[in-house]
């Protein structure tokens, strides 16, 4: 009788991390693509642009003027989703928008508060994240980890999340390269699944030698990346590891996991960081050169929620990097329709994804061609 | 002091279906948009297209013939994410790609079986729902009962998919208006959340006159449309209510749902068929009057996952609609970057969105025009 096999038969994957499913339908890429292209970025952008709200010393649309910054810079997001102070939303209140008498059950509320930061992660309008040195890159780490121990200091914050959308597919209004720090003082859904599942595992594996989920998962796929075929690690050095997760639902998604069991940024020494640096230049010069072109993705920590949190020594320090692309830096995927009502689907299983990574060189195709 | 204002402050709001929170931002509606911006969809086609393949009578990549149908049209997805027959996932298949000895927890695989179909609604190639008449998209709720009704009795088939992707920006490859159903050996996440939800929610109510939370939410949403500030309902008739959930996602999310506990698709009588009919038909006729476009977005029906499934009970039949566009035809909302790594978040308020909806036409634009 016929044998299943992975790159032949649909089947769905496990994440433990978010206790949720993908499907995966490997035979699928052979498919036509007869749907909507997008447009390929322009990748020809002046050092500095005078139009730019992110360019050092230009005025943005509220009359802010930018310091003429040398290496990053942060300031507040003149459009911030949150703020830090305004009032509780009273029963009162509620009763004004989800009717008088209405069940507590569902209609359920919660006043958010919090602060909306912008990270440049260098005064050149024409770089990206691959394109900037080790040390570079290093410095947006040394900045995030600042921020995230002002944030874990700041009275009414609960929670800290750093991201990156990159290109315009994602959402990004501005090419310059920068992140953002969206500080709340409430733990959001994704970041609590996750410390619900880490403080599961802790608990069912209290009496074992490693109780961390993420601990035990780095080193089954560092054990795993040495025979091909169960091979998901894209990139390694001493103290992270950029992988396919076993469950990644974008085609070519990737984590960059601490091998130590690290909280946050802010516990990383300066080893960590060049070595944090050094696996987010290498994976993201591989993501360029997958297509030869910026590839788009969006990107953020997850970690403790404030240094002090109840539940930060289950957390464990890990980037998620979530790129729409499939087939070409024109051809992307589509999380729609039954992905959207029914479960994320993906084609290319994550060990094909992580040969294709692998494959490719870690010198950025703008480099080589120089 | 100052009072909690649900169009001025930050909040999160709790869909108890999904058992999940939404931020809610609706001072952020006011920032400018400098982003990516979509191409308008092309608005004139020919009613027959020689080159269509889902058009009647028209030759398939593959070489299957369609018929010459005259209304509505079901065949076997050519590109099938799911096949019926397929093996089931060995452990030792496992080890080649999860390795030796990987813990059972962190590596957990299902094979996944299934059909996927095509459903064309129309004959026609330039039309869409919205232009289609009562009678028009009766048949196509009459092609769907079918069609539930088929693979419920299916043998291998847990759970029933049928949903539809429309416009570009919503990764339909091909504007004849159709939809798909996806049926697997599996209830998918998404409908297993909402079961999980709906029991817990018949459970706690067990003595109470209503014990179904979507029973309940309808009738306390009908009670909230006599006053505007609470009125998210859109359009309504005796067996059917489209409105804005409370805890919407995106810009214009709208769900419609049966006013009566009606299981599945499969229970409508021929009135409640053209009610539903009916409120499709005046929703999607709103969504394109909006910003004057064929208003892309995936739709889907959840139900009872089959019609013998032991949780049918507890289900109750509802359509979700998840479209993407913000502000104008070509500006849509980026579910992106703090999105996926922590919390979905939206702008306008459920309430601002549904008294945009009530404002408009229900006479489509086209028809108007005429
Ligand atoms: O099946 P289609 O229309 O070719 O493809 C579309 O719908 C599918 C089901 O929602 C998605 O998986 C694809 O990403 C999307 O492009
Ligand atoms: O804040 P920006 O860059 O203007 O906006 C972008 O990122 C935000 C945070 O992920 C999203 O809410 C927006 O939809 C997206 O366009």
Chains 1, 2 share one sequence.
Not at 77 to 86: E, L
Not at 280 to 287: E, F, G, H, I, V
Request: hydrophobic share 40%.
């Amino acid at each position: 009788s016929e044998e299943f096999s992975f790159v032949d038969h649909s089947h769905r994957r496990f994440n433990p991390l978010t206790n949720s499913w993908v499907l995966c339908s490997p035979h699928r890429a052979k498919r036509p693509w007869l749907g909507q292209v997008e447009d390929a970025a322009v990748e020809q952008r002046p050092s500095y642009d005078p139009k730019c709200y992110l360019c050092p010393g230009n005025t943005r649309a509220t009359g802010a003027k930018n310091d003429s910054y040398a290496s990053t810079y942060v300031f507040e997001n003149d459009y911030a989703a949150v703020h830090a102070a305004q009032p509780d939303c009273s029963t009162t209140a509620l009763a004004q928008v989800a009717g008088k008498g209405a069940s507590a059950e569902l209609f359920q509320v919660e006043s958010m508060r919090g602060q909306c930061k912008v990270v440049c992660f260098s005064p050149r309008h024409d770089l990206t994240l691959p394109e900037l040195s080790f040390e570079e890159i290093g410095k947006v780490i040394n900045a995030w980890q600042k921020l995230y121990r002002d944030m874990s200091e700041t009275p009414g914050i609960g929670y800290v999340q750093l991201f990156e959308n990159k290109g315009a597919m994602m959402g990004c209004s501005n090419p310059h390269p920068h992140g953002q720090l969206w500080a709340l003082s409430d733990v959001p859904s994704e970041p609590a699944k996750e410390i619900s599942s880490l403080k599961s595992f802790h608990a069912e594996h209290a009496s074992d030698a490693c109780s961390c989920l993420l601990c035990s998962y780095a080193a089954a796929e560092q054990k795993n990346s040495e025979t091909e075929a169960t091979n998901r690690v894209v990139f390694q050095n001493d103290s992270f590891m950029a992988l396919v997760p076993f469950w990644a639902v974008w085609p070519f998604e990737t984590m960059i996991v601490s091998k130590q069991h690290v909280k946050s940024v802010a516990d990383l020494d300066s080893k960590q960081v060049l070595d944090l640096a050094e696996a987010m230049q290498n994976l993201t010069a591989r993501y360029d050169n997958l297509f030869q072109c910026s590839f788009p993705y969006s990107m953020g920590l997850h970690q403790a929620p404030t240094e002090t949190h109840e539940d930060a020594e289950f957390c464990h320090l890990h980037l998620h990097f979530y790129p729409p692309l499939l087939r070409s830096a024109t051809v992307r995927k589509f999380l729609v329709g039954f992905e959207m009502m029914a479960e994320p689907q993906r084609d290319l299983t994550a060990e094909q994804a992580a040969a294709r990574l692998r494959a490719l060189s870690s010198v950025h195709y703008k480099v080589a061609a120089k």
